[in-house]
């Protein structure tokens, strides 16, 4: 008899936990049954495809303690609405030791009282992998009502939240309860990983409603909320702390989510959406996933590539190279693998002689799938150079906090560093190789700084793996003459202290006001900016409204903001204004402008195109000396202004936010050039005829030029192969007559009743990069008039203070070679040129177009205008790597 017994209990046992498998739900009323009549509420479930709930009567599934795994899949248009206080979504109640994983709850209608949400309405068990997409929860509207939340009600100190989201709206009513907030309403257990982005609406008291959550004492680890669209702006109501408050800019960042996991977890498509959870996405046919991370800087002369393979995928090919072209068209050696890593810069291996210090990378892996190839994306890193790198303070920063700590990343390779700090760059530059202080760390505290001063510094080191002494680059800072407004002293709750709206006049008060549409406040206390600032806890909240008709009433078409200095400050010398701005993604564009104004009248304004909707924070530096007409001894008004004073038509409204304004001493460093891209400036990238599909493999037979009856006013830049006469595009480039560019000014001396004519693309083994390049006809051609193109799209705005260079490089016989650079389709009078006689080797044509000589152009659109004018002495010009520089 004991025999048997034991045996039935090895069966029973057996039964339950080798046997067993989860529950499969595949509709409305299999997801209801759970709980209800022989449907138990300890059971495992998983879903097996997406259910929409659409009319269903939904009640929320309550004294849940089993396992639900969604699998995956969402349930859809969620509708609950009743007034018995009883918790309303998905789950209702999930007890101790339940789970709740891998399910979305998409476009729910929630209206219910306590513990109100989509996903949990109160939580003792543990959640992760969940969200709530789109709809609504909102609770009944009576005093005795709390816990409400969009995503979960109450997390206990049993449950806990993991690897979750929502952006679901939610309204709460004239509650008398604190624990109502947009993620959850009250937290007691530990909340990892999440995020809120949808909209709260508070109908009681002040108070009564959180951003990401109401109240509570849970541990959070890395939550945000955002704050723009949320509407919780008062960061004394509960739950509106300053923690995780961030703007959309930032939430649409990975770097911003402290110890996300991007590769396994989540997702996201960086200043377009925000995180989204992978396992919910469609599987992408091409390659993502790349490791190094794109733009990542390695500390090592070889490196493992890996990404994560494209759905389908059979072979990857993968392209590395120095040359970013080579690897944009695929002319760099191609590697065949069906794994998902690649091992370069080792022997046998592609770059077998190792990877060179301080060079970028490219790298694309292309997707094999059944009889296509999917082209990825274009990667890169970096190998990190034998020299000190990455100071901070950055190279030519101004330092308002005369305390100084220096830091830079080791080069490869460096055991010791040798750092000489002075304030001669030539007795910085010329110091004895690693005589400088000796340091095993890369930071140094150099104590307080004299006001008013540039800095010199340099970073000498030991490189370990050669006993070789590498001498830095010389790096400076300079130290702020004087704050003008750092915006800290701006505390309500110091009666001494006045606010930011009282020292910065702005068009919110009609009768006290200046009449413009400029806020310069948080609608609620504390009237300072706390979440977006550049240094200390706050910065000045700029809301700009530019319609003509704000909340406060009429005003006028541009927004302003201004200081008065009493007495007049001097900001005379060889100075600089430096302010930090920041501005917002999804601002429309308006131009930024300080307007200084002098004891007299008069005054000066210098524009910035850029900076209001420019997504991270930005020094503008001005320098003072360049300004004429104001008495820089005696300023009387700082201004900042958005929009155009003497505009005729409403413009946009919008917020920006400004910091640490300050004035420095001029600094003499040149800014590092920045390359700015001109599409197919190498000329590498051309269709065939009939062909959709960019190459850089013609073939035989595709040399010669057009012949002297076909112009380009079609607007379309071609070449031929002589024989078929059929005209093929180059990508980036279009005819000049089509530009308008006769009725700008630019005839050089052509016939202008003869059309403009056409060069053609053909490879030669002398090339500058071996590839191939535009080649523009001469007189012997029959092409009197020359041949020229001009970039399809404009490349950039012209940008204040700074200068740009144009250049290309030629060679051959026709002449002259044109080289223009064009603001909104004007040629610009360069400062500068280098025209080398032309003759069979490449040489480099430049045009230099000084910053002083753009002012009042900022904004304007750059083109290039390239190819050969009339007058040419019957030969054949050759131009290759048209490129464009800033500085």
Known sequence: MKTFYLACVAILLLSTSVFSQPVEIS????????????????????????????GYPWEAIFGFVGTFDGNGHVVKNLTTNNDQNRAGGLFGKALAGSLVKNVGVVDCNVTSGWY???????????????????????????????NIGSFTGLVRPSGSVTNCYSTADVTFGDAEWANQGGFAGHISGPVTNCYFAGTVTVAGGEGLGGGFHGNGVGELTSIY????????????TAGGTSEGARITDDLTQASTLVDWDFANVWAIDEGQDYPKLRMFLVPSPEATGPLPANGRVIEATFAELTWTAGAGAAMSHVYVSDDADAAAQGTAEAVETAETSLVVGVADAPLAAGLIPGTTYYWRVDTAVDDMILIGDVWSFSVAPVTAYAPVPTDGASIMDPNVVLSWNAGLGAIVHYVTVGESFDEVETAELGLGAELADTTLDIG???????????????????????????????????????FEGYREDDPNAISIFNAWVDGYDGALGNGTGAVVTNATKPYAEQIVVHSGTQAMPFNFDNSGQTAAGDRALYSETSQTFTPAADWSGDTALGLWVRGRSQNTAETLAIVITDASGSSAVIENADAVQSSTW??????????????????????????????????????????????????????????IPVPNGSFEAIYKPGSATVTADLGEGWTQGLGPDTPMDDGIATYSDGTTGDAIDIPGWIGADVQGWIDNGGTYGRDTTTGNRQGSVTRQSDAPDGLYYYLSNGGGWGNAAGGLIVSEAPLAAIESGLTYTLSVLANGGAAPVVLELLADGVPLMPSASVDPALTEDW????????????????????????????????GQSHLDAVSLVSF
Do not use: H
Request: hydrophobic letters at 40%; charged letters at 20%.
């Open 618 to 675: 930005t020094e503008w530096v001005i320098a003072l000396s360049d300004i004429e007409g104001v008495n820089l001894s005696q300023v009387k008004t700082l201004a900042i202004r958005i929009g155009d004073i003497a505009a005729a038509e409403a413009g946009s409204q919008g917020k920006i936010n400004i910091d640490d304004i300050a004035l420095y001493p001029k600094q003499a460093v040149a800014s590092a050039p920045v390359s």
């Open 225 to 236: 909320y955002d704050v723009d669209v949320s509407g919780i702006t008062d960061l004394n």
């Open 116 to 146: 109100s949400s989509a996903v949990v309405g109160d939580c003792f068990g543990d959640v992760y992998n969940c969200f709530a997409e789109g709809g609504t929860v909102t609770s009944i509207n009576t005093g005795d009502v709390g």
């Open 27 to 54: 509709t409305p009323d299999q997801l209801q049954a759970i709980g209800a009549g022989e449907t138990s509420l300890a059971g495992e479930y998983i879903m097996v495809n997406d259910i929409d709930l659409a």
């Open 843 to 874: 040489q480099e044509f430049s045009r230099t177009y000084d910053a002083s000589d753009l002012a009042g152009q900022a904004g304007a659109s750059l083109t290039i205008r390239v190819g050969v004018g009339r007058g040419a002495s019957g």
């Open 448 to 486: 307080p700084q004299t006001p008013g001063k540039i800095m010199y510094w340099r970073v000498d080191e030991l490189n370990g793996d050669t006993g070789e002494f590498i001498q830095g680059p010389v790096w400076s800072f300079a130290t702020a003459i004087s704050v003008i407004d750092d």
